[in-house]
């Protein structure tokens, strides 16, 4: 069964300070991963995508990696802001016989960014 | 303009009411979805549109209907609701249509729908 598990599930941290989220998946056939932000109540937004060739990508201060080969990805954040305090989702794209890419969501990670 | 907008932000319904949500985007995309987010839990997806034909069906209960009535909007109505079907309603949408792979999706801001 195709799963995303993020680790931790929620996660405070003070504010100016580094953290990483991680993210493991069973999803095949890859396409690609995306971190989405999500504020409560509102949409989430894509901070970043990788495809299977990609190793790293950087967006400001959020960092993301990918390791196909272990399936597993990690979303780095630096210098912590209040604004960051949000659930950070791992989304992996399933390539499906009819070409549309279903997205797996991961349960997300709750991160408190305190001051 | 890289937003995808949706109305109402928030609505309250009885379960023998009949209403509709809204989506719109501008951004000439193709492909526009719903999906569905209760508390603490990740989006389950419901419709994908592709070039304004319904394109997947995620077994939805046919008191959800969707509707696309051109290539920048998206409707979702609704009738005869349970009040587990309180949630919050996303729409998104992304460049191309089933065919292509990559696309990211653009997420409204959700529609909060609590039904008594």
């Known amino acids: 069964k195709n799963q995303v598990e993020q680790s931790p599930q929620s996660l405070i941290i003070l504010e100016g300070k580094n953290c990483t989220l991680q993210c493991n998946y069973t999803v095949s056939p890859f396409s690609n991963l995306r971190w989405y932000k999500q504020d409560t109540g509102r949409g989430p937004v894509s901070l970043t995508i990788?495809?299977?060739?990609?190793n790293t990508k950087s967006n400001g201060r959020y960092t993301a990696t990918l390791d196909a080969d272990t399936k597993q990805s990690s979303l780095h954040i630096t210098a912590s802001q209040l604004s960051d305090s949000a659930s950070y989702i791992c989304v992996v794209s399933e390539r499906k016989n009819t070409g549309f890419q279903k997205l797996v969501f991961g349960t997300g990670t709750r991160l408190l960014v305190s001051p | 303009d890289t937003e995808v907008t949706q109305t109402p932000k928030h609505l309250v319904m009885g379960m023998t009411n009949k209403k509709s949500l809204k989506c719109e985007q501008h951004?000439?995309?193709?492909?526009m979805y719903w999906y569905k987010q209760k508390a603490k839990k990740p989006p389950e997806l419901m419709f994908v549109y592709s070039y304004e034909k319904l394109s997947i069906n995620e077994s939805v209960p046919s008191r959800f209907s969707p509707e696309c009535p051109n290539s920048s909007l998206l409707n979702l109505h609704l009738h005869a609701l349970q009040p587990e079907d309180s949630a919050l309603y996303l729409c998104a949408s992304s460049q191309r249509g089933r065919e292509a792979g990559g696309d990211t999706q653009y997420f409204g801001p959700g529609t909060r729908l609590t039904v008594l």
């Open positions: 990788m495809t299977f060739s990609e």
């Open positions: 951004m000439g995309h193709r492909a």
